[in-house]
């Protein structure tokens, strides 16, 4: 855990730093993910995950279109119990079986917000990277895959002010999705996202 959080302290540095460049205002996401994997990620871990946020940090280049970036962290969970595991064609062990995901997405954004008034509707893509950390256990062994992934997140979302203030709810719904590697699957999730969002 602490390995995860040296990488994603200088990213959120970075977040913070680009949304200052904004001439035209800018707009700050805190959210909490729930997760729902899907394909190959779903077959691994198919449990839900409660456990993921996100910030996202962006500045208007135009009235409605904005451009920055967003990290954040999601962990996948699921509890086999006691499983008999087949490792070779005449071997087989049995234990107490889990499993695991966390995935770090780490991309550049743009977001196209169709009005500015009470309610702000917006659409939204990420492109950059993923980071994913798979683990199967086998009591306290276990089987490692981890790899940087190339990524896209679409979204569409929307943001409800609190009254005349700048901030407010977000809410919005992500698929992520991150390129199979050479030695690792890939990794295909749904996200809904709730959270508070500042508007300056």
């Keep these: 855990m602490k390995n995860y959080k040296k990488l994603l302290t ?10 200052s ?7 700050w996401n805190f959210d909490w993910n729930i997760g729902f994997g899907t394909g190959e990620t779903s077959d691994f871990t198919p449990s839900p995950s409660l456990r993921g946020f996100s910030i996202n940090g962006a500045g208007f280049v135009t009235d409605n279109l904005t451009v920055g970036g967003i990290a954040g962290w999601n962990i996948f969970y699921h509890n086999n119990g006691f499983t008999e595991l087949q490792i070779s064609n005449t071997a087989t062990v049995y234990g107490y079986n889990r499993t695991n995901i966390n995935t770090i ?9 169709f009005s500015q008034t009470k ?16 683990r199967n256990y086998m009591g306290i062994y276990y089987v490692q895959n981890k790899a940087w992934h190339f990524a896209l997140a679409p979204e569409v979302g929307i ?4 009254g005349e203030g700048n901030t407010g709810v977000n809410a919005n719904v992500k698929y992520n999705w991150a390129a199979k590697t050479k030695d690792t699957p890939s990794i295909t999730y749904f996200t809904i996202n709730i959270g508070l969002s500042y508007v300056f």
Excluded: E, K, W
């Excluded at 997405?105 to 917000?113: A, D, E, G, S």
């Excluded at 943001?159 to 609190?162: C, D, M, R």
């Design 10 to 19: 200088p990213v959120f540095i970075f977040l913070f730093s680009l949304s």
């Design 21 to 27: 460049f904004a001439q035209g205002g800018g707009v």
């Design 105 to 113: 997405p780490i991309m550049l954004t743009t977001h196209y917000y």
């Design 119 to 134: 309610m702000m509707p917006y659409a939204g893509l990420g492109v950059g990277t993923m980071y994913a950390d798979q």
């Design 159 to 162: 943001i409800i002010p609190f």
